[in-house]
């Protein structure tokens, strides 16, 4: 019996791939006339780039729109790379996507004294622009008049131009390019800390000029450098100069950013369409399935509709409604907008893409179903997608009560002949995936659609994104500073090694590698200065760097000798050590294992708590950190399984420039090796003083100040003494040959060795010292969903709401808080770094806290030390390992884990000070808000209900800031959380009984005010004296909550219709 019909012979396999071959060439030709027609009839033929609309604007470029164009053209590059006979077509379309990408470098290149100002100040006006004249590359608008600031452009080219160099374009052509492109990273590298206008060119959903930190920018700068990290711009034919180097720090911070962010897009957007192709094609900025499925899931929940996505809620884009002849909305007017947003059919596109990158075959078809619903025909008889869906005129209102009722109609600007070219150019990419002639790895050469740890693993001679194993192992070198303390550590059992044993290995300070990176992008003819003086972070400090024949190891930021004081506290140094090997552990990301250097200061063995430090390198010892698989061993044996980063660029500056401009870390020499064990060392003793005011002497002649500091015996009266002269006559003011300023240092360092904190505070605020890196604290607080406010209690408290730079932090602490309190002008620094860590490691405790008020945070816990603690000292006075420590106790205390003997009074203190409010809260005020047409009264101020109800929703961010800004008119905290409980009884009362309503306003004040009354009847107290309520405020919470509700019941029924005979009113329970 023959088998014919189940197998297939020779011939016929030969036949079925010609045939195939013939099909797929015919696909080909298709889609090449497809792009001839709609992508490169358009392209300029002088720069190259490409308009947003075929016909209207025709004379503008826009980036990001070419950027995709090009995208496309180089996609049919890339399937046409597949055949053998091209006829030439290859090579067009890949050198049309070269003379594109080569057109945005140089009209940016054009742009590069901004870059350079960008890297110093991220403001909107330093940002590069993203429209140009099509003809001439020139600029279109000026900084003013465009919302040019939008990290996702520049990250978008740097992404593609990886993936088309990987492909095998050749764009870069010179090393002025190659350090223009390298500015380009220093451009894009702080987007976690830059509030831009986001893909859609406005800012925050209110369109009032206002930019925002928006996730799919941070997550677009994740992606570009992941991608361009250790990328050769001249390719497989390129030298060691001309490879980009990323600072991994600064990536891992955009990392953390964007996934505390998602899934939300920033504080005014609950979610964004932008977040699609953050998330998934092109930038694939994410690998967290949980992530990436939640932050899917809820754009297609508010976003999706049947004509396209939403690009956000009450967007105004393209409506009827807008006004265009206005620049901004109106105050309350995105209220106008809502159930009638555009519907753009890209998203659909996105979607198919993401389909096909996840095999999920099921999404591509019924997303390809609803896409060719929504397409047109041009003139060609080619398929076009349509900008976007808008509902006409005489639709709005039908729309709005029942929406997805109407037909929409197709943007006006694609009418017959008119393509928008970004969407133009996904179908293209998403059609030749979905008919089998572009396969995603070609789509996508350096694999971003896999985690890192899948990767192809890059070959060379620099660090690259590789994931990291299960298991890894965090290397550890003890270094000593000299042989007498690694003599005296010999003792413990702990081997050390000291500089001179690990030569030629170098130790540095991480602030000379900031040097040698400083050479990293100079183009003296560009006016290009190279890499920024950003401090090198924990993950750069674990490489091993080769440069200038040199091989190098740098020790953390940590152990470096800092201006601020913390450095002088044993206990909180260890914990950071502790903290650094568990941050390094869990993100590093590269090649080859992380090696640690600690090195250990003869002034650390001073130090009363210095046998923590042995209990912690024993512990090191053992293999373990809390979990962490640790190894401790000599640096030479190490070296092989480190990660290497070869700095090839410094073999273009004078060497011998270099070797004069670096001072590495030098092994102190004494005579013998005397200390053998601890009790042999001289230690620092605990110091103490009675504590004196000096305060008088403002007013006094200077000669009676300095008597006066002359015969001074306590530091702390030499300090405040030292502080009025130099706030008096100036830092460079000299008597007894020895300028004020040289008396503060010396008397600071003096301070430090004994830790008399006091003083050390008090000299460093007068020195005007900053703690290191203390933007990205910030800006963690900020992308948590909370504000900040710093300032001395009863003066200008200042809002920070965005990240600032550290020179825009020192300003405001130094201008607006240390002239009421020395103290407070550091304190609240140490403040601020505690909880920027804190709420990374344990974000249950800021629960229920929007505002940080640090100020008040520091009331906080002076009121728990003052009524907790056995102690007399103020917070000045204790060690900072003691103030984190009270910062933790103070944060922990909550409705839900109270202190077991805490009486109310001080509960609603710290509380109200912490400005922590119940689950729902602020829904419970929306409810309030939304039954009361004259608004909610607090201490004077009035919150309206129009236009707040119209203007933003009650899940929205801006609304409970809004709140918060109303609560924190209160001076006193008990009072404040008085009053959070009377809004939670309004609340409850009007839940409960939904025909209730207000005819004027809630004036919680007079409602709490005749709570207090009918506690003090019910106790046959004098009601005159309702100012002192101390009484009511130490009644707990069971107590209370009847007078509130009776207030709260009297006020209601005050205030509604009377009611029918047999109608029940106020259910309260």
């Known amino acids: 019996m023959s088998c014919t019909g189940s197998t297939i012979t020779d011939e016929q396999d030969q036949y079925l791939k010609v045939v195939n071959y013939e099909d797929t060439v015919r696909q080909l030709d298709s889609y090449y006339g497809i792009v001839k027609r709609q992508l490169l009839r358009h392209q300029s033929p002088t720069i190259g780039l490409f308009p947003k609309l075929s016909e209207k604007h025709a004379n503008r470029a826009h980036i990001r729109d070419s950027i995709y164009c090009a995208a496309a053209i180089w996609s049919l590059y890339q399937a046409y790379r597949r055949i053998d006979d091209d006829r030439g077509r290859a090579y067009e379309l890949g050198q049309s996507a070269v003379k594109c990408m080569r057109g945005i470098l140089i009209s940016w290149i054009r742009q590069a004294h901004k870059v350079e100002s960008f890297k110093n100040n991220q403001s909107p006006q330093n940002s590069l622009h993203i429209v140009f004249d099509l003809e001439t590359g020139d600029t279109v608008y000026e900084d003013d008049e465009y919302a040019h600031l939008q990290i996702d452009v520049p990250s978008l080219y740097l992404l593609y131009l990886v993936q088309m160099i990987t492909s095998g374009l050749q764009i870069i052509y010179t090393m002025d390019e190659v350090t223009f492109v390298q500015n380009l990273v220093y451009y894009v590298e702080r987007a976690y800390r830059t509030p831009d206008y986001g893909m859609w060119e406005r800012g925050s959903k209110y369109h009032n000029g206002t930019p925002e930190l928006h996730a799919s920018s941070i997550g677009m700068a994740k992606a570009a450098l992941e991608a361009i990290n250790g990328c050769n711009l001249f390719g497989d034919k390129g030298a060691s100069w001309s490879v980009i180097y990323v600072d991994i720090d600064a990536h891992n911070r955009n990392r953390s950013i964007l996934e505390t962010l998602l899934p939300r897009e920033s504080s005014s957007k609950n979610t964004d369409a932008s977040l699609i192709p953050c998330i998934s094609y092109p930038c694939f900025a994410t690998h967290d399935d949980c992530l990436y499925s939640t932050t899917k899931n809820k754009a297609v929940q508010w976003l999706k509709a049947g004509y396209g996505f939403k690009r956000f809620l009450w ?90 009722s109407q037909i929409r109609i197709p943007s006006s600007d694609c009418g017959p002949g008119t393509v928008f070219l970004w969407g133009q150019a996904l179908y293209v990419i998403s059609q030749l995936l979905v008919d089998g002639l572009l396969h995603i790895n070609e789509l996508d050469p350096i694999r971003r659609y896999l985690p890192s740890y899948n990767r192809p693993r890059k070959t060379g001679r620099y660090s690259a994104f590789q994931g990291t194993a299960s298991d890894l192992v965090v290397q550890v070198v003890l270094i000593a500073e000299s042989m007498r303390l690694q003599a005296m550590m010999a003792t413990y059992g702990i081997q050390t090694q000291t500089p001179h044993e690990v030569e030629p290995v170098q130790i540095w300070p991480p602030s000379e590698l900031v040097k040698v990176y400083e050479y990293l992008g100079v183009n003296k003819k560009l006016g290009l200065q190279g890499r920024p003086p950003r401090p090198i972070g924990a993950l750069g400090t674990s490489k091993v760097y080769r440069v200038c024949g040199l091989t190098v190891l740098c020790y953390p930021l940590t152990l470096e000798v800092s201006d601020f004081y913390l450095s002088h506290d044993m206990s909180l140094l260890i914990d950071d050590i502790k903290s650094e090997l568990q941050f390094v552990g869990k993100y590093w990301r590269l090649y080859g294992r992380p090696t640690v250097c600690l090195l250990v200061r003869e002034e650390h063995m001073r130090d009363a708590n210095f046998k923590e430090m042995i209990d912690l390198f024993a512990m090191l010892k053992g293999g373990r950190c809390q979990g962490l698989k640790v190894r401790i061993g000599r640096l030479q044996n190490l070296l092989s399984s480190s990660c290497v980063e070869h700095l090839d660029f410094m073999h273009m500056f004078p060497a011998e420039d270099f070797h004069q401009k670096i001072n590495m870390f030098s092994q102190l020499e004494h005579k013998s090796v005397g200390y053998q064990s601890l009790t042999d060392i001289r230690q620092a003793v605990r110091f ?55 008396r503060i240092i010396k008397l600071n360092k003096q301070a430090g060795v004994i830790r008399h904190w006091s003083v050390v505070r008090y000299c460093s605020s007068l020195l005007e010292n900053l703690v290191d890196s203390i933007s990205p604290f910030i800006t963690s607080l900020l992308v948590n969903g909370k504000q900040l406010t710093v300032g001395v209690i009863g003066y200008e408290e200042i809002l920070i709401d965005v990240p600032l730079t550290p020179r825009e932090v020192h300003q405001i602490l130094y201008t607006k808080l240390q002239p009421y309190d020395v103290y407070q002008a550091v304190l609240q620094q140490e403040i601020i770094v505690y909880l920027g860590k804190l709420i990374t490691t344990h974000k249950h405790l800021f629960s229920g806290i929007l505002k940080i008020r640090i100020g008040w945070v520091i009331r906080a816990m002076q009121l728990y030390m003052d009524n907790y603690m056995k102690t ?117 009362i009007l839940q409960r009984n939904t025909e209730l309503t207000f005819d004027g306003e809630v004036d919680l004040d007079q409602l709490v005010a005749n709570a207090f009354t009918l506690f003090q009847k019910d106790r046959q107290e004098d009601c005159e004296k309702s100012d002192d309520m101390k009484t009511f405020y130490d009644t707990t919470h069971n107590i209370t909550v009847r007078y509130l509700a009776r207030s709260a019941v009297n006020y209601i029924l005050s205030s509604v219709p009377p009611a029918n005979d047999n109608q029940e009113f106020c259910n309260v329970s």
């Not at 200077?702 to 706030?727: F, K």
């Open 688 to 742: 103490s003083e009675e504590r004196v005011e000096y305060k008088e002497f403002s007013d006094k002649p200077i000669w009676e100040v300095i008597e006066a500091y002359r015969n001074c015996d306590t530091m702390l009266g030499q300090s405040q003494l030292l502080g009025i002269l130099l706030n008096r006559d100036g830092a460079c003011f000299t008597f007894d040959d020895e300028s004020v300023r040289d």
């Open 872 to 988: 007399t000292k103020t917070l000045d006075e204790l060690s900072p390992s003691d103030v984190r420590k009270m910062i933790i106790k103070v944060m922990s205390v909550g409705d839900k884990t109270p202190h077991e003997n805490m009486h109310p009074i001080h509960h609603r203190q710290i509380y109200g000070s912490l400005c922590r409010v119940p689950d729902n809260f602020y829904e419970r005020v929306w409810i309030i808000l939304s039954k009361t047409p004259r608004g909610i009264v607090v201490a004077g101020h009035r919150l309206p209900q129009q236009p707040t109800l119209s203007d933003m929703t009650k899940h929205e961010l801006n609304f409970s800031l809004l709140v918060e800004q109303l609560l924190n008119r209160l001076d006193r905290p008990e009072y404040r959380h008085i009053i959070v409980e009377m809004i939670m009884i309004v609340s409850t």
């Open 315 to 404: 967007d105004g884009y393209g409506t009827v409604l807008e006004e265009n002849n206005r620049k901004y909305y109106e105050k309350g007017e995105i209220k106008n907008f809502d159930k009638i947003e555009c519907e753009w059919p890209i998203f659909f596109i996105y979607m198919i893409i993401d389909g096909v990158f996840k095999g999920n075959s099921q999404q591509t078809d019924a997303y390809q179903k609803l896409l060719h619903q929504r397409i047109m025909r041009d003139r060609y008889g080619d398929l076009v997608v349509p900008q976007y869906y808008y509902v006409s005129h005489d639709s709005v209102e039908a729309e709005k009560q029942d929406p997805g």
